[in-house]
């Protein structure tokens, strides 16, 4: 009897331990950066990475940047070397990268067909689905006509839209970091780059608190990031990082299974703002978290900077 006693109270401590597991899924948006390959030399740098790291992670494909650069061939290769991966799970993120809230329903679906060839071609070929659709932008439409109608025909498709739950504005610190390496000014450019590191750390704990607040538990996180230089230089130390608190890293399909994604999505404008945030009742309840996200008033500024020089 004491045994059996023994027995319940340790598995009842496991399931409470693994109900307390922090984690979090990479989700890569914009794949693949042609421009950065061929720029490389034709090293796949973020791919590389990846593999290396041995961390599951979701992309979400633009065919389009196949066309990017002359180098149509090794462009295709290089899609299907990240479609081959085995870590790899695949979605996707229109052919041209359109704003839907501007591009309207028809155009919008076309644009959606159109990514789909060379990707479904190689994800056959790997014995692997295309299950996973997200919006240029986050932007799911102007009013809610525009977002049920779009719904409705991922659905009719078997898409299921790709959410997140953080996001710490990684092309702009991308932009700016390519500033600085391009004018050779490359103390300025890791400065960047570990202040890109900073910020996503600082904002995976601000949602984690968020939640943690809201459901009264850890969630199964999604991060929101793109293919891109600063990521093929410092998504590795941002992994450790998590690593380091206590997050493990799972697959998006795994973030998936959590209950919070069945919610319904209360958020019919056309801002990419994160799922945690649609999901809340009213607006005056997402400004009023908004207003506490950490500052990223400094790299906005280097930004606004360049982009008026
Ligand atoms: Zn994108």
Not at 69 to 91: P, Q, Y
Not at 133 to 145: M, V
Not at 236 to 251: F, P
Request: proline letters at 3%; hydrophobic letters at 35%; one cysteine or more.
């Amino acid at each position: 009897m004491k045994k059996q006693l023994f027995t319940i109270i340790l598995s009842f401590c496991l399931y409470l331990g693994l109900a307390q597991q922090k984690s979090i899924s990479i989700t890569i948006d914009d794949v693949p950066n042609t421009t950065k390959y061929q720029k490389d030399g034709f090293t796949p740098v973020l791919l590389n990475l990846l593999d290396s790291l041995d961390v599951p992670f979701t992309i979400f494909i633009n065919e389009d940047k196949i066309l990017q650069t002359d180098a149509v061939n090794r462009n295709k290769e290089l899609l299907e070397s990240w479609i081959k991966t085995d870590k790899a799970l695949i979605g996707n993120h229109t052919y041209s990268h359109p704003r839907y809230s501007e591009e309207g329903f028809k155009s919008f679906v076309k644009d959606i067909e159109q990514g789909e060839n060379l990707t479904r071609q190689y994800a056959a070929k790997y014995n692997k689905g295309l299950k996973y659709f997200r919006f240029p932008f986050n932007d799911i439409g102007k009013d809610s006509i525009q977002h049920t109608q779009i719904r409705e025909y991922l659905k009719s498709k078997d898409y299921i839209i790709a959410p997140f739950t953080v996001e710490s504005s990684d092309w702009m610190f991308d932009f700016v970091y390519q500033h600085y390496l391009d004018n050779g000014e490359v103390e300025m450019a890791k400065a960047i780059g570990e202040q890109y590191v900073e910020k996503t750390i600082a904002l995976v704990r601000f949602f984690e608190e968020m939640t943690k607040s809201l459901y009264g538990r850890s969630v199964k996180h999604i991060y929101l990031c793109h293919d891109n230089a600063i990521n093929a230089d410092y998504l590795g130390e941002i992994i450790t990082r998590l690593k380091h608190d206590d997050y493990k890293i799972v697959s998006f399909k795994e973030s998936l299974t959590d209950p919070i994604y069945d919610q319904e999505d209360h958020y019919y404008k056309k801002w990419g703002i994160s799922w945690l945030y649609r999901w809340m009742d009213t607006q005056e309840e997402r400004v009023e978290w908004m207003k506490q996200e950490p500052d990223l008033s400094e790299i906005q500024d280097a930004y606004q900077q360049i982009l008026e020089n």
